[in-house]
């Protein structure tokens, strides 16, 4: 659950002059929320690379033109310009992958639970949390990120909630996001689509990256990691002193790797 001003303190520590647009995904920040607006469903992975392309469609009539851009992502968005990169290569001039990396490889015997999870999840959608006030909104973050200053968080708490009717601040992010869906997630689909990016790579993930354990799970890391051999041109950054909201825990590090990535 994250928003494009997420990116905020990445952007002010940026040294040159970048164009930047930071888009909310459907269903999170201001973007529409196709899912809650027609009251049942979920959100489908590959509608986000639709969006992207569309969004690329907008902004090459105008100033990017027709030109290759550089592509950022974090978490879900990293997994997303991966891919996109992977099908409209000629598009894409370098990506950067922060805490990108993939699911587990799902093994078919788990498609029946999966499926009837997903019928549960229709049957009683999830929800998410409402908060009194904006600062218990930042506080929410922070207990989820025990290095982000009260500063940020009340920055970040202003862009990720608004009040309802009740005067009660939620989350502006659709609940569908928490629902699972159908379809298993296949590696060597996902790995024969990176293989496809024709762009330079750069990997960037926290040291000792909590996240990157829980989804390799039982297998070992240098093992996992071998995923990332599909594509042609990859390389890696580690980034001490942060967690998978690296580009909140480092902004300046990170924005220093990106500009000299994209220069």
Sequence with gaps: ??????????????????????????????????????????????????????LLDHYASGSLRAEPVNLVGHSMGANVVCLYAGVRPERVR???????????????????????????DLRAP?????????????QRLIRTNSRLPLAKARFLAQHWAEPDDSGRF?????PAHKMRGPLLYRLDEVMAVWSKVQAKVLHVEALASP????????????????????????????????????????????????EAFCA
């Design 94 to 120: 370098r990506v950067v992958d922060l805490e990108g990396f993939g699911m587990a490889a799902a093994r078919a015997e788990r498609s029946p639970s999966r499926l009837g999870q997903w019928l549960d």
């Design 126 to 138: 999830p929800t998410l949390n409402t908060y009194a006030t904006l600062d218990d909104v930042a």
């Design 211 to 258: 996240t990157l354990a829980m989804i390799a799970g039982d297998v070992p890391i240098d093992e996992f990691k071998q995923r990332f051999k599909a594509f042609s041109d990859w390389r890696e950054e580690i980034v001490d002193n942060a967690g998978h909201m690296l580009h909140h825990d480092q902004p300046e590090r990170v924005a220093a790797l990106i």
């Design 170 to 174: 939620h989350l502006l992010a659709d």
């Design 1 to 54: 659950m994250d928003i494009s001003a997420s990116f905020q303190f990445v952007v002010d520590a940026l040294a040159d002059d970048w164009q930047v647009i930071a888009p909310d995904a459907r269903g999170f920040g201001l973007s529409d929320w196709p899912v809650a607006r027609g009251k049942s469903g979920h959100y489908w992975f590959q509608d986000y690379l639709a969006d992207l392309d569309a």
